[in-house]
């Protein structure tokens, strides 16, 4: 058998997520909160949904819209398949979407960028397959509970938001999903103690540091658990980021 490092990428993700799913996946009440939150009154359009898992989402999607959906895990795909959801077995990171330029109105994409080995080809494609004007809902978990990430400084929020905005998406709003573990939001030197990290301290201390910060205007992001980006597909300029910045770097006569 050959070693890790000679297999392709596309052959560590197949091996990586190959039973990903055998276990369950998400309760319903975290897809149907992102349907209240962002897709309350969606009917008649065309969807993908990227890293889609066994289809729970587009499960309570499909009645009232086309759906489709793309993910690594064989055996997410054939739960797809068990409901009548059209998926499509693939890395996103590494393999085109098998889709046509602006073919859909709404991709999602649900905690899969942080596992992805190139985000960025990945959110290109996704905004190729957008139309002009479509929406992207996409949410990644806050690092500093401890997910494992494949490019940590990426997932930071700051840095997720500046990306997003580089591929030419505007942000029109963040949505947080759960609080982050309470220890979280004490500085290093106090979570040793249990009573700083306790309910009774570090609770009302997470709520009030939330509260102030949004009676000023701003997201606290460092008490949630993940956070959830609704942003629509711009035309800031008529060439891709890659090719911006190749043009920018070239060699000058």
């Known amino acids: 058998m050959p070693s890790v490092t ?4 596309k052959e560590v993700v197949k091996i990586a997520y190959k039973d990903y799913y055998l276990a369950g996946e998400y309760a319903d009440n975290r897809y149907r909160w992102t349907i209240e939150t962002f897709l309350p009154s969606c009917k008649g359009k065309r969807i993908l949904e990227v890293g889609c898992g066994s289809g729970g989402l587009l499960n309570l999607l499909q009645a009232t819209n086309g759906v489709v959906g793309v993910d690594a895990s064989e055996d997410g795909i054939a739960a797809c398949a068990s409901r009548n959801i059209e998926a499509h077995c693939m890395d996103p990171s590494s393999e085109p979407l098998p889709f046509p330029d602006q073919e859909f109105d709404l991709v999602i994409c649900l905690e899969t960028m942080e596992h992805l080995m190139s ?23 806050n690092p500093v509970w401890g997910h494992l990430m494949l490019y940590p400084g990426l997932f930071e929020y700051k ?6 905005e580089q591929c ?14 309470r220890a979280t939001i004490l500085p290093p030197f ?10 009774y301290f570090a609770g009302p201390l997470r709520r009030f540091i939330a509260l102030a910060w949004r009676t000023f205007g701003r997201f606290p992001f460092f008490c949630y658990w993940l956070w959830t980006f609704e942003a629509v597909k711009v035309e800031s300029s ?12 070239a060699p000058k006569a």
């Open 159 to 164: 840095f997720f938001r500046r990306f997003l």
């Open 238 to 249: 008529d060439q891709p980021l890659l090719t911006r910045q190749s043009l920018q770097t």
């Open 119 to 141: 985000p960025y080809y990945a959110l290109t494609e996704m905004r190729r397959v957008l139309k002009a004007g479509g929406k992207l809902i996409c949410s990644v978990p």
């Open 168 to 181: 030419d998406f505007q942000i029109l709003r963040v949505e947080p999903w759960e609080w982050a573990p």
């Open 190 to 199: 106090l979570r040793k103690f249990d009573l700083f990290q306790s309910r």
């Open 6 to 9: 000679a297999r392709s990428p």
